[in-house]
Antibody, heavy 113, light 112 residues
């Protein structure tokens, strides 16, 4: 079955960067887009962007343009989302999802104010 | 890209039917049959319930159905059960200019 495994949590200082990983198994990694979606505490879902693991092509939400980078490593079937210039408002659960179908359990990124 | 509009909350009694609306624009919901619905229980990851407006993934109860008219998509849950109490989110493709996707703000379903 499809599995998307993410680290549990990260704590970062304001102004720092965080790189969240998402290791995929149970399907052909290069056959599906990987999206990243975040959810601030008590808030709704927010689409951040996506990557085509086949060619590395990316699309980002305008809100994050300039401080988000999505990459992938096809040798380990792992996707990465890096967000820079972190601020307290970036405190959220960050999910990876295969084609918005299967979801990881999320990585809690905390940026203390 | 603005978020899709959903009611903040809906409620119903066991056995009843409810419908959750999701209003977008002619640039997203109105132009593409790429609307999905997700169910999220507290502390859990979202679960896909409906994709491409009205299709159900394997394993999702046929009590869940989706439809679309113009710029508004809808999720209907029939025969409400206590386990349906959750947050529900719609999501739509938002166009080939940006190839972005957009979520609704979410709807809290309470089973009375």
């Amino acid at each position: 079955q499809v599995q998307l495994v993410q680290p549990g949590a990260e704590v970062k200082k304001p102004g720092a960067s965080v790189k969240v990983s998402c290791r995929a198994s149970g399907y052909t990694f290069t056959s599906s887009y990987m999206h990243w979606v975040r959810q601030a505490p008590g808030q709704g879902l927010e689409w951040m962007g996506m990557i085509n693991p086949s060619d590395g092509n990316t699309r980002y939400a305008q809100k994050f343009q300039g401080r988000i980078t999505m990459t992938r490593d096809t040798s380990t079937s792992t996707g990465y989302m890096e967000l820079s210039s972190l601020r307290s408002e970036d405190t959220a659960l960050y999910y990876c999802t295969r084609d918005l179908t299967d979801w990881g359990q999320g990585t809690l990124v905390t940026v203390p104010s | 890209q603005s978020a899709l509009t959903q009611p903040a909350s809906v409620s119903g009694s066991p056995g009843q039917s409810i419908t959750i609306s999701c209003t977008g624009t002619s640039s997203d919901v109105g132009s593409y049959d790429l609307v999905s619905w997700f169910q999220q229980h507290p502390g859990k990851a979202p679960k896909l319930m409906i994709f491409q407006v009205s299709k159900r993934p394997s394993g999702v109860s046929n009590r869940f159905s989706g439809s679309k008219s113009g710029n508004t998509a809808s999720l209907t849950i029939s025969g409400l059960q206590a386990e349906d109490e959750a947050d529900y989110y719609c999501c739509s493709f938002a166009g080939t200019t940006t190839f972005n996707w957009v979520f609704g703000g979410g709807t809290k379903l309470t089973v009375l």
